[in-house]
């Protein structure tokens, strides 16, 4: 009997790590604890990263985190959305439509209808959350011209398509990156938030290629290289 005590104490330690083990979602996305309503952060170079409100959802919570230049958004991530395929599916459509639009006025996606509203909802606080601080802020319009420059990458033929980049500099940094030309295909649409997200936080054309999406990703970086060097 003495012998069987320790024995029963070993199997529930066994066990302890398997209770206290939380399994994680299925989702992709980061997930991240609610933060406080819509803060915001400044870059050393006019960009505004404005992390918003959660919106809660009968599918779940939507959270997003967005980077301006100035008024124009150039990146968009989802920090927090609704563990489902349709989700899945619709994040890169939204993302990229957002991209074009420069708006929270765009389309919902099919099949993804209370996510789209959650979105747009939370985007749209993101936007009017940017045009107070740079309402506040108030920078010369002169001194702005100055610092920002355009320049266009070659237009790059590919077999899917034409991929031809916009980038806009303020001093050496990568602040904005617009697609001009790219493949009408739906491995593109999803592509191109990716590549300009990659852009923006390795301030180079050195970056990954996204998969399903190799000849646009290479025509992109292609691009993109060519202008950073016409840039000089």
């Known amino acids: ?3 069987a005590i320790p024995v029963v ?3 529930i330690a066994g066990l302890v790590p398997v209770w206290l083990y939380q ?3 299925g989702s992709s996305t980061v997930r991240t604890t609610t933060p406080a309503p819509s803060t915001s952060s400044s870059g050393s170079s006019g960009t505004n990263v404005v992390t918003t409100t959660t919106v809660d959802t009968e599918k779940g919570p ?14 968009v991530k989802m920090l927090q959305q609704p563990d489902h395929p349709q989700t ?11 991209l074009r639009a420069q708006s929270a006025d765009i389309d919902t996606v099919s099949g993804a209808t209370i996510t789209s509203e ?8 993101a936007i009017d959350d940017n045009a107070k601080k740079a309402s506040a802020a108030s920078p010369s319009p002169s001194a702005s011209a100055q610092s920002a420059r355009t320049v266009d990458g070659t237009a790059v033929d590919t077999e899917k398509g034409t991929v031809q980049v916009r980038v806009t500099f303020e001093g050496d940094e990568i602040s904005a990156v617009k697609m001009l030309q790219q493949p009408n295909h739906p491995q593109t649409t999803a592509a ?30 292609e691009s993109l290289q060519a202008a950073i060097d016409a840039k000089g």
């Open 192 to 221: 191109v938030p990716q590549l300009i997200a990659e852009t923006l936080e390795a301030q180079s054309a050195d970056i990954d290629t996204v998969s399903g999406a190799t000849i646009t990703s290479d025509g992109y970086k």
């Open 88 to 98: 899945e599916a619709a994040v890169p459509k939204l993302v990229a439509e957002t």
């Open 9 to 11: 104490v070993l199997s």
């Open 23 to 25: 399994p994680s979602a």
């Open 118 to 125: 959650a979105y747009k909802t939370s985007l749209q606080g």
């Open 1 to 3: 009997m003495k012998r």
């Open 62 to 75: 939507v959270q997003l985190q967005v980077t301006f230049s100035g008024t124009e958004i150039t990146a």
